[in-house]
């Protein structure tokens, strides 16, 4: 559930139901406003160009006012819909056009910073936000080729001929479309990347939250077995004081039966945490034996290789949540996937520690194939199947356990899963029961 969350955060964005504070949007506006004001004061005062200065600053004052309403309706902290922030920046490609208008139109070198609301956009918001902003923009930009209010050049003057107007023209366009569409792609692939990573940072916690649960069982058990056994102790020595037929032997004969369940119980619960004891290495094969064992299904054969060499010995690991849920990643998609039987082959050697997870399945698509490992790449060759994010999550997590991991197609058809160890490197792993 908390990486279906994620998931559907993640193209709730892209749909354009994303949100951006109130005060990202405002404090931007101030800067502009300073920015606009001192630039129409010093060229105003200092370079003594006498410019509209009353109409521009009354247009800079719109921009001031439009902020001071949007603080005084809404708290700063405010999270907008997409729409509404594209209308506040649809205000200011509005208000920037308006101030140009007043200063010489594309004449004016500051005629440039009319790209910064769509690449605020594009960093923020939708694609088909930033879209309905560039065309906007662009309606704007070819409205100040033919509209403006000349700039008032010292003697002799200097006009500009038409074409420098529209190769202007032409260079912000292009620059307004090539910026928005750069800067929206890497922001998107910047905030997949952010939320996949989050992902793993959850499903990484969850299984170090079940093997806090497994060590709480396992101390809850041996805490529990002292005076459940004081019970028992008890409970036969008034079955040899009661009579026979008296009132209380049936009670007690219960009460007999309840202490025996109990500590039936509790054994069993002793005996799980023992295979996956952080204070006893499990072999490789067992380990992978575990992980694969929620993942099962009936109509799946699974088999486990077991390829080296008596001495050394098969490797034993730790128990470590990361490892643990990165390999039932992978046998969870192989299983998935596959038509009739999915083989686990552990191997290993002196230096090395291996193991191969195939499946008889349909494999990977040559565009999926050259992919897989990013986020939120999907698409085996069966309906419903979704690859991507598991992938990414098993590799993160292997990375932290110095592992090497491959992804291919089998030549004899299916999928080919190859995770490598230093041995050195997996045995030293320190076990991390919770």
């Known amino acids: 559930m908390?990486?279906?969350?994620?998931?559907?955060?993640?193209?709730?964005r892209a749909d354009g139901r994303g949100w951006v504070n109130l005060r990202t949007l405002v404090a931007i506006r101030w800067l502009a406003v300073i920015g606009q004001a001192a630039t129409l004061l010093f060229v105003h005062i200092s370079l003594a160009y006498p410019l509209p200065l009353a109409t521009a600053l009354l247009v800079v004052g719109a921009s001031a006012a439009v902020n001071i309403v949007a603080t005084l309706q809404r708290p700063v902290q405010t999270r907008l819909a997409d729409r509404d922030a594209a209308a506040y920046l649809a205000?200011?490609?509005?208000?920037?056009?308006g101030l140009l208008y007043l200063t010489g139109g594309l004449e004016n070198p500051f005629a440039v910073l009319i790209l910064a609301p769509v690449t605020v956009s594009a960093t923020i918001l939708s694609r088909p936000t930033t879209i309905g902003l560039c065309l906007f923009t662009l309606l704007a930009i070819g409205?100040?080729?033919?509209?403006?209010?000349?700039?008032?050049?010292?003697?002799?003057?200097?006009?500009?001929?038409?074409?420098?107007?529209?190769?202007?023209?032409?260079?912000?366009?292009?620059?307004?479309?090539f910026i928005a569409a750069y800067t929206w792609q890497v922001t998107a692939e910047a905030r997949?990347?952010?939320d996949a990573l989050a992902a793993t940072q959850l499903a990484l916690a969850r299984e170090q939250q079940l093997s806090a649960v497994g060590a709480l069982a396992a101390a809850a058990a041996h805490e529990l077995g002292s005076p459940l056994g004081t019970i028992a102790v008890v409970a036969r020595e008034l079955s040899h004081d009661l009579p026979v037929d008296g009132p209380w032997r049936e009670d007690l004969a219960?009460?007999?039966?309840?202490?025996a369940r109990c500590r039936d119980i509790l054994a069993e619960l002793a005996q799980r945490p023992e295979r996956?004891?952080?204070?006893?290495?499990?072999?490789?094969?067992?380990?992978?034996?575990?992980?694969?064992?929620?993942?099962?299904?009936?109509?799946?054969?699974?088999?486990?290789v077991r390829e080296g060499p008596d001495d050394p010995p098969e490797p034993v690991v730790a128990e470590r949540p990361e490892l643990r849920h990165a390999l039932g990643n992978l046998l969870q998609n192989a299983f998935q996937f596959a038509d009739a039987e999915v083989r686990a082959t552990v191997a290993w050697d002196a230096t090395e520690a291996r193991i191969v997870v195939r499946d008889d399945g349909p494999g990977f698509r040559p565009d999926v194939l050259a992919r897989i490992g990013e986020p939120y790449v999907s698409g085996r060759d069966r309906p419903g199947g979704s690859m991507g994010l598991?992938?990414?999550?098993?590799?993160?997590?292997?990375?932290?356990?110095?592992?090497?991991?491959?992804?291919?197609?089998a030549a004899d058809g299916g999928a080919e899963?190859?995770?490598r160890w230093h041995r050195d490197r997996l045995e030293g792993l320190e076990p991390q029961p919770s």
């Open 143 to 177: 409205v100040l080729v033919f509209f403006r209010w000349p700039l008032p050049w010292p003697p002799p003057g200097l006009a500009l001929p038409p074409t420098y107007r529209f190769g202007v023209a032409a260079a912000l366009a292009l620059a307004t479309v």
């Open 254 to 259: 219960l009460l007999e039966s309840q202490v």
């Open 91 to 97: 205000f200011d490609v509005f208000q920037l056009s």
């Open 2 to 12: 908390l990486l279906s969350s994620l998931i559907g955060g993640e193209r709730a």
């Open 417 to 419: 899963v190859v995770i």
């Open 390 to 409: 598991g992938i990414f999550i098993a590799e993160t997590l292997l990375a932290r356990t110095g592992a090497d991991m491959t992804v291919e197609n």
């Open 192 to 194: 997949r990347l952010t």
């Open 276 to 304: 996956n004891s952080p204070f006893d290495g499990i072999p490789l094969s067992v380990f992978v034996d575990l992980a694969a064992a929620p993942h099962r299904q009936p109509h799946i054969a699974f088999e486990i």
